[in-house]
């Protein structure tokens, strides 16, 4: 028997299991799968980094055209106007904005009769203010806020007194919030990074424009005051400002 009869001999005599085996052990190399499994596994990684780049880079774009936008918003939410006041010889610089933010007031608001307001109006502000005729209502406020949410509302941050006349249709008013202590709290907001002011008798102020609203503020003689408007002229309004601040 020669050497081919004998190996077809064990190969019919080998059970299907055995030639399976076999066949594997002959076609299968571990050295070059596991290499091919390598070489895979690291391309899926590059992919999977390609991928992240690929997602980085917009993010990226995306913050800073937001920012860029945003600042531009900005920069363009001031419009400076000008109001002559040839009668009392004043300039108002008037920074009119384009739009306005609210903010949650924590605030407790109580009742002050006029009467105990007029004593407690500075001294200069006794001496009378310029306020139109037709604002023929008044009342008066303080305002007190509190240390911490558990806290009673025991800390006064300032009084107001409000002028408004009695016609709901065409409302008309002046607030005046004051504060030796404090600076007024309101529930409105915007920056006055890049407003310009006006002086009046050395005095500098600030005045905002939202709509027909017009939002002042200034410090005179110790005292923080916040004055708003509401369908009020440039005109009353300047007149306002100078018989305060005399």
């Known amino acids: 028997?020669?050497?081919?009869?004998?190996?077809?001999?064990?190969?019919?005599?080998?059970?299907?299991?055995?030639?399976?085996?076999k066949a594997i052990s002959h076609d299968y190399s571990k050295?070059?799968?596991?290499?091919?499994?390598?070489?895979?596994?690291?391309?899926?990684?590059?992919n999977i980094n390609n991928i992240w780049k690929?997602?980085?880079?917009?993010?990226?774009?995306?913050?800073?055209?937001?920012?860029?936008?945003?600042l531009n918003s900005q920069d363009k939410n001031i419009t400076l106007e000008n109001y002559n006041d040839k009668e009392n010889n004043v300039k108002l610089n008037i920074n009119n904005l384009a739009n306005i933010g609210a903010t949650?007031?924590?605030?407790?608001?109580?009742?002050?009769?006029?009467?105990?307001?007029?004593?407690?109006?500075?001294?200069?502000?006794?001496?009378g203010i310029t306020v139109p005729k037709y604002l023929n209502k008044s009342s008066a406020t303080a305002i007190y806020t509190r240390k911490d949410r558990d806290s009673e509302y025991d800390i006064l941050n300032c009084y107001v007194y409000d002028y408004s006349n009695e016609n709901n249709e065409?409302?008309?008013?002046?607030?005046?919030?004051?504060?030796?202590?404090n600076k007024p709290i309101r529930d409105y907001h915007f920056s006055d990074e890049k407003a310009q002011s006006t002086i009046i008798k050395d005095v500098k102020l600030i005045i905002f424009?939202?709509?027909?609203t017009y939002f002042t503020e200034f410090n005179y003689k110790g005292y923080n005051f916040d004055i708003e408007t509401n369908n009020i002229s440039e005109q009353e309004l300047s007149n306002l400002l100078v018989s305060i601040i005399k």
């Not at 995306?62 to 936008?69: A, N, P």
Request: charged share 30%.
């Open 1 to 21: 028997m020669n050497c081919t009869q004998l190996s077809e001999r064990m190969c019919n005599n080998m059970t299907n299991k055995e030639k399976l085996n």
């Open 31 to 46: 050295e070059e799968n596991y290499n091919k499994i390598i070489k895979k596994i690291e391309g899926e990684k590059m």
């Open 54 to 70: 690929r997602l980085i880079v917009p993010v990226c774009l995306i913050v800073v055209i937001c920012g860029i936008v945003f």
């Open 104 to 127: 949650r007031l924590d605030a407790d608001v109580k009742e002050v009769s006029t009467n105990d307001i007029n004593i407690l109006w500075p001294e200069f502000i006794k001496e």
């Open 170 to 181: 065409d409302y008309k008013n002046i607030r005046i919030a004051f504060s030796d202590t």
């Open 209 to 212: 424009k939202y709509n027909t």
